[in-house]
């Protein structure tokens, strides 16, 4: 379990601690006369949650309402949980997925949200949607020393980096809009990490404290375009380009997980995260040294080797392990290209 504090809130709680002993004495008191255990400062999250309910129970609301605010920001990256959103008679809320049975978030739990106390529901895969709607999407090219060799590339000295808008998103179960513009678009499979705290200029050993969990995504590719057109934006970033979910782990080790993706049932890729070149707390000090990352933002970490074309009818499904599995499925182009003038 990882722990978070709000340290300046969780400061304040120890000032007060320190100044108010009397009155802390009589709180005290009076919760283990309610059956109440109070937990010291530094307790995890969810200690600290019980630590405010008490101070609040026992009349000594002001250090009680510090504390929660503490708790509230904090608690839920203290969980392992499974984070999703889902569409529910046409509203989409943040859910925490617990088994067959979801809980509503307040607001986005990438915010610091807390969990409604009592809407538990059922769930169904055809609810989720995409988890989020990033400000941007930092994606890092040739991560995989055999994916650079089988495009005919060098391995990089750094990370390449390019973008795809948000606009490019879709969640599980919709479509990747082929386009008529291209004649060849490719799946790319790849771990997706969420930012959780606002990242800028980060040291690579302070990089995972900013993480809020991890996603699949994959990097639809529009392979002739990014050949012709010489810089990247329009052949990664068209409409349905970046399906991302279907939910987000904020539990996860991504140093040696197994990344898939699936055509119609027969494995295209199968490569583990620790063939990365740069690995994951690298590439977020690194992302976070040229672009703030803000809350919500996504890192896609490279694709491995056995890129290929997709086809209309075709159902593609990028699966990681001890993640979850991604499933969209492949649409005709809706539109003819673009005559030139």
């Not at 809320?93 to 307040?106: I, Q, S, T």
Request: aromatic share 6%.
């Amino acid at each position: 379990m990882r722990v978070a504090y709000d340290v300046q809130a969780m400061a304040r709680v120890k000032s007060l601690h320190q100044t108010k002993t009397a009155r802390l004495g009589r709180a005290m008191s009076a919760s283990a006369r309610a059956g109440r255990r109070l937990q010291p400062i530094g307790a995890p999250a969810l200690g600290v949650c019980r630590y405010a309910r008490a101070f609040q129970g026992s009349g000594f609301r002001a250090l009680g309402a510090i504390v929660a605010a503490a708790a509230q920001k904090t608690l839920i990256l203290s969980r392992a949980m499974r984070v999703a959103v889902l569409e529910k008679e046409g509203k989409r809320d943040w859910y925490c997925l617990e088994g067959a049975l979801a809980r509503r978030f307040l607001g986005s739990p990438i915010d610091g949200c807390a969990l409604h106390e009592s809407e538990v529901v059922p769930w169904s895969f055809d609810e989720l949607r995409a988890p989020g709607r990033p400000s941007k999407i930092v994606c890092i090219g040739r991560n995989y020393a055999a994916h650079a060799r089988e495009l005919g590339h060098a391995v990089p000295d750094a990370p390449l980096m390019f973008f795809k808008p948000p606009s490019a998103i879709i969640g599980p179960g919709e479509s990747v809009v082929l386009r008529a513009e291209s004649e060849r678009v490719d799946f790319e499979a790849e771990l997706g990490v969420v930012i959780g705290k606002r990242a800028s200029c980060v040291p690579r050993h302070e990089a995972l404290s900013h993480v809020f969990g991890y996603t699949c995504v994959n990097d639809i590719t529009a392979r002739d375009l990014q050949k012709t057109d010489g810089q990247w934006a329009r052949a990664k970033g068209f409409d349905t380009f970046c399906p991302i979910g279907p939910w987000i782990e904020t539990e996860l080790d991504p140093s040696n997980v197994r990344v898939q993706c699936i055509v119609d049932g027969v494995i295209r890729q199968d490569a583990r995260t620790a063939q990365l070149i740069f690995d994951i707390p690298y590439l977020v000090s690194y992302v976070s040294r040229a672009f703030t990352l803000e809350p919500g933002d996504i890192i896609a970490t490279g694709t491995p080797e056995g890129v290929g074309p997709l086809q209309a009818g075709e159902r593609v499904t990028v699966a990681i392990e001890h993640l979850g599995e991604l499933t969209v499925s492949v649409a005709a182009p809706n539109s003819p290209a673009l005559r030139p003038v």
